[in-house]
C-alpha cells in the first residue's frame, strides 16, 4: 500500500520537523536569555520568604570557603567589603563579584565615620568605591558603615557617592560569639523572619561553619537566599535601612532533624583570624577589638 507509507513518511517527517524546531526554540531563547532559568534572581520576595545574609569586613582569608558553600546551595549574598582590604586583595574581591554576589562598600578603612574629622568623610567612600570598582568592575550603590554607625551629615556625604546606607534587622553577634557557634545560632532561630537582613562577618571561620549548617535550615523553613537589592529593590541614594540593635524575638523558624544538619569538613577549623589593622586612624575604629560589625 503505497499510499499509506507515503502518509506513514510524512507524518514521520513532520514529527522529526516538530522536535528541530522545538529544540531551536529551546537553544535560541537560553541564548538570548528568554527562557526562564530557577536563579536567586527571578525570586519575587513579595511572594515568597526571602532572607538576605550580609558578610562585613572582608574579602578574608575564609571568603573563598563560604563562597563555595552559597554556590552549593543556589544562594546569593551581599557582602559589604574594606576597601584598603579590597585593595590588598582585589583578586579576592573579584570572586566574590564573579560567584554572582552583590558588593556593597564597608568604607575605606572602617573608621567610626561620625567621630573622624568632617573632611575625611568623603574619601572614606570614594576610596572604597574606586577599589572596589577597580577590582570588580562594579561601583557599589550600597554601604554599610563600621558598626552601622551614621549620623545625616554622613548620611548626606554617602548620597554625593550615590551610596545608600544598608543597615540589618538580625545582629546574631557572630564575632562576639565567635568561640560559642550555639550562642549565635539560637539568635538566628529566633530572629529572622521573612525579609530580614542578617549580619555576619566572613572574617570568622566559625561564621562560615555556622553558614554551612544553617543555611538547610533556612531551606527546610522554605526560605530564599537573596541579595540585598534582591530583598528590598533599588534604594535611593542617601536613604538608609535597618537599624544597629535586633527587634523583638519573632521565633518563626521551625528546628529541623539533627541528621539533616550537614557535619563540618573533616579538617580543623582554622583559628580565628588575626585582628587586622584595618584602620589607621587611632581610636577610630567603632568595632572594638575584634573589629566588631
Ligand atoms: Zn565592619
Known amino acids: 500500500m503505497p499510499k499509506r507509507r507515503d502518509s506513514r513518511a510524512w507524518q ?3 514529527v522529526v520537523l516538530g522536535v528541530v524546531a522545538a529544540v531551536a526554540i529551546v537553544v535560541v531563547s537560553l541564548l538570548t536569555g528568554h527562557a526562564k532559568r530557577e536563579t536567586p534572581g527571578d525570586v519575587d520576595c513579595t511572594q515568597v520568604k526571602c532572607v538576605a545574609l550580609t ?11 563560604l563562597l563555595q558553600i552559597l554556590k552549593d546551595n ?7 567589603l574594606i576597601g584598603n582590604k579590597v585593595a590588598a586583595n582585589p583578586a579576592g574581591a573579584k570572586r566574590i563579584a564573579d560567584a554572582g554576589m552583590e558588593i556593597g562598600s564597608h568604607t575605606w578603612e572602617h573608621p567610626n565615620m561620625t567621630t573622624i574629622p568632617p573632611q575625611d568623610v568623603p574619601a572614606q567612600f570614594s576610596r572604597a ?14 554601604v554599610r558603615t563600621a558598626g552601622g554607625v551614621i549620623n545625616d551629615q554622613v548620611l548626606a556625604e554617602a548620597k554625593k557617592f550615590g551610596l545608600a546606607d544598608i543597615n540589618w534587622d538580625v545582629i546574631p553577634f557572630d564575632w562576639i560569639n ?9 539568635m538566628l532561630m529566633t530572629q529572622i523572619k521573612p525579609g530580614s537582613v542578617v549580619l555576619f562577618h566572613d572574617t570568622y571561620s566559625s561564621t562560615v561553619d555556622l553558614v554551612y549548617q544553617f543555611i538547610p535550615v533556612l531551606k527546610a523553613n522554605g526560605y530564599h537566599l537573596v541579595t540585598v537589592s534582591q530583598l528590598l529593590g533599588p534604594r535611593e541614594p542617601g536613604s538608609t535601612y535597618g537599624a544597629r540593635d535586633n527587634g523583638p524575638p519573632a521565633n518563626v523558624l521551625q528546628e529541623i532533624a539533627a541528621d539533616e544538619i550537614p557535619s563540618l569538613p573533616n579538617t580543623p ?10 584602620t589607621d586612624i587611632p581610636g577610630a575604629n567603632s568595632g572594638g577589638p575584634n573589629n566588631g560589625a
Open 12 to 14: 514521520y517527517g513532520l
Open 55 to 65: 558578610f562585613d569586613d572582608g574579602p578574608g582569608p575564609y571568603t573563598d570557603r
Open 74 to 80: 543556589d544562594a546569593k549574598a551581599t557582602f559589604f
Open 129 to 142: 568605591s574606586d577599589a572596589i570598582e577597580a577590582a570588580t568592575g562594579q561601583r557599589p550603590k550600597l
Open 178 to 186: 565567635d568561640a560559642n557557634i550555639a550562642a549565635t545560632r539560637y
Open 269 to 278: 577549623s582554622p583559628p580565628p583570624m588575626p585582628n587586622f589593622p584595618i
